[in-house]
């Protein structure tokens, strides 16, 4: 019996959400939630919390300034695209990911692509290279900040045993080596077709997702692509690390533990779940206690910062959406085509 498409979204909806839920319900299910009620009344600073929202929004709307980037070097038919349907693209792309996990990042190329009229394949393209480059700057930081704090990462895990194991069951597990050597023959398996019908649909297809793949090869601008990718990563540390003035418990700890707390959390994005909920909450937990702050204190904190955030993200991806086709009813990008048809005023040049 085959599923039909609106039983597959509810799947891909609320089971990531009852994993999610279920792993919230277990760290909370013994908290003290009078004790966070006297948190949130008496021990958060409130303008500070808000004004830490400003780092996230800026980090987001960047993330809009370098996909575009990515995108011009694969428009070869006319003018290139608007910054404006960029960024908000890619800001309400993180709204509908609170319905469907990575949902977001097919709706922001679907959007770009009905507006701009470019190669959905293309758009594609370039979004996993905006996505792996995310990846490689993770990487360099989690292996930076294991490497200089190697004694808390051991610590964690002696402390943590179950997520050990639950690694070591994972590396261990027959079925990974099995999705590896199934996706390994998928992989095998479109070469072959594309070598035998190089004109086929899915040899263009993907010929177009690869083009779109390297276009920062074509960038013009590279050191500006660079410095976006900081100021990205620089706005998601804000996000996070501003928070920690807003609350009495955790004004004093140092930037190390601020640093250490936010690479903890942004482990979390590979789960699949809506805004990392329950893994977050358990990586800064866990980070929090293992500096000295009171469970019910570090519940208190996880508690408020991701429900802020997450409320955050989401209104204004809302506003995003809401704003996307009200500022392109009248927009149409040019073709050259139409700019050749068009005839120039030379007094206006």
Known sequence: ??????????????VPLFLGVGLFWLLYRKTDFEAIRQVIYSEVN?????ASLLWGAMANIVRGYRWKL?????VDDGERPRLLNSVLTVLGSYTVNMGIPRAGELWRCAEFKRYETLSFSALLGT?????????FVLLVILAVVILTNLGFFVDFFEANTSALHGLRSILGSVWLYIFIAVSLAAVLYILLHIRRRPDGRIALSLKTVLRGLG????????????FYTLLIWLGYFGFFYTTFYAFSFTQSLSLGVGIIAFTMSVMTVVAPVQAGLGPWHFMVITTLVAFGVSRTDASAFALIVHTTQTLWITLV????ILILPLVNRHYKRRLYADITATPHNTSNN
Do not use: H
């Open 1 to 14: 019996m085959r599923l039909n498409d609106k039983a597959k979204a509810l799947l891909r909806t609320f």
């Open 46 to 50: 409130y303008p500070i919390l808000l």
């Open 70 to 74: 990515l995108v011009d070097p694969i």
């Open 127 to 135: 979004l996993i290279t905006d996505r792996l480059m995310d990846v």
């Open 215 to 226: 276009s920062i090869r074509a960038m013009e601008q590279r050191k500006l692509f660079l």
């Open 317 to 320: 991806g809302l506003v995003a």
